[in-house]
């Protein structure tokens, strides 16, 4: 019989230890707050500068290190790869307070074990890291659906002339989601989504969804 799985009666250490870094104090505080709410998550220290953090994790074991991308100084990605060589067995979720395509795609490649917006919930945070604790790998719904179409496989060249916001509806759309499922995977406003295929439609010069997707094929057949 399936039984759920409960993060904290795993067979690793019964508390995941967690290591938090970004250059904003009150980021800091607030992230503390939400991790100290779940008895399974202790917070071994905040830091402020990823310096900082790396000479403190070269001393003091942790399971996960919660970091900022855009720092001052070292920044989130530059600490991951130096966390990477120096202590491998250290779980990272990497935040980032807008959605920024290359520093995800940076951040995965750099074997990243999660990849959350800073306005995420706190639920989710804490999700997060006890995935990463475990092993698993978490990343914002708003980024998956646009990871899963640049990364996981092989991406479509770029057409010219599409923005990134365009082209995340456009994947979605060629694949044969409706307006609605495609807001919510993006977890934007179908209203936004509408924009969008409207101003593609204009853009290829077409006057219906299917006829869209017809011509983004042609196009990506004449780019490759």
């Given at each position: 019989?399936?039984?759920?799985?409960?993060?904290?009666?795993?067979?690793?250490s019964p508390v995941v230890r967690v290591a938090l870094v970004d250059d904003d104090p009150f980021v800091l505080t607030a992230l503390r707050s939400y991790l100290s709410t779940h008895e399974g998550i202790e917070v071994a220290s905040t830091f402020t500068r990823a310096a900082d953090a790396l000479a403190f994790l070269r001393d003091v074991?942790?399971?996960?290190?919660?970091?900022d991308v855009r720092m001052p100084g070292m920044d989130g990605l530059e600490m991951l790869g130096r966390v990477r060589q120096e202590?491998?067995?250290?779980?990272?979720?990497?935040?980032t307070s807008f959605d920024d395509d290359q520093a995800m795609l940076t951040a995965l490649s750099a074997s990243a074990n999660g990849f959350l917006l800073k306005d995420s919930a706190p639920e989710e945070i804490i999700r997060a890291v006890l995935a990463?604790?475990?092993?698993?790998?978490?990343i914002s719904p708003a980024t998956a659906s646009r990871?899963?179409?640049?990364?996981?496989?092989?991406?479509?060249?770029?057409?010219?002339?599409?923005?990134?916001?365009e082209q995340a509806v456009l994947d979605l759309l060629c694949e044969g989601y409706s307006n609605a499922e495609?807001?919510?995977r993006l977890v934007i406003a179908e209203a936004t989504v509408k924009t969008h295929v409207s101003h593609l439609m204009k853009k290829f010069q077409v006057a219906s969804r299917l006829k869209l997707v017809v011509a983004v094929h042609q196009a990506r057949d004449a780019a490759r």
């Amino acid at each position: 019989a399936m039984t759920a799985r409960v993060p904290e009666a795993s067979p690793r250490s019964p508390v995941v230890r967690v290591a938090l870094v970004d250059d904003d104090p009150f980021v800091l505080t607030a992230l503390r707050s939400y991790l100290s709410t779940h008895e399974g998550i202790e917070v071994a220290s905040t830091f402020t500068r990823a310096a900082d953090a790396l000479a403190f994790l070269r001393d003091v074991p942790v399971d996960v290190l919660l970091t900022d991308v855009r720092m001052p100084g070292m920044d989130g990605l530059e600490m991951l790869g130096r966390v990477r060589q120096e202590r491998p067995g250290i779980a990272v979720v990497v935040l980032t307070s807008f959605d920024d395509d290359q520093a995800m795609l940076t951040a995965l490649s750099a074997s990243a074990n999660g990849f959350l917006l800073k306005d995420s919930a706190p639920e989710e945070i804490i999700r997060a890291v006890l995935a990463a604790a475990d092993g698993g790998t978490t990343i914002s719904p708003a980024t998956a659906s646009r990871l899963v179409a640049h990364h996981m496989r092989p991406a479509p060249p770029p057409l010219p002339g599409v923005t990134a916001a365009e082209q995340a509806v456009l994947d979605l759309l060629c694949e044969g989601y409706s307006n609605a499922e495609i807001a919510s995977r993006l977890v934007i406003a179908e209203a936004t989504v509408k924009t969008h295929v409207s101003h593609l439609m204009k853009k290829f010069q077409v006057a219906s969804r299917l006829k869209l997707v017809v011509a983004v094929h042609q196009a990506r057949d004449a780019a490759r």
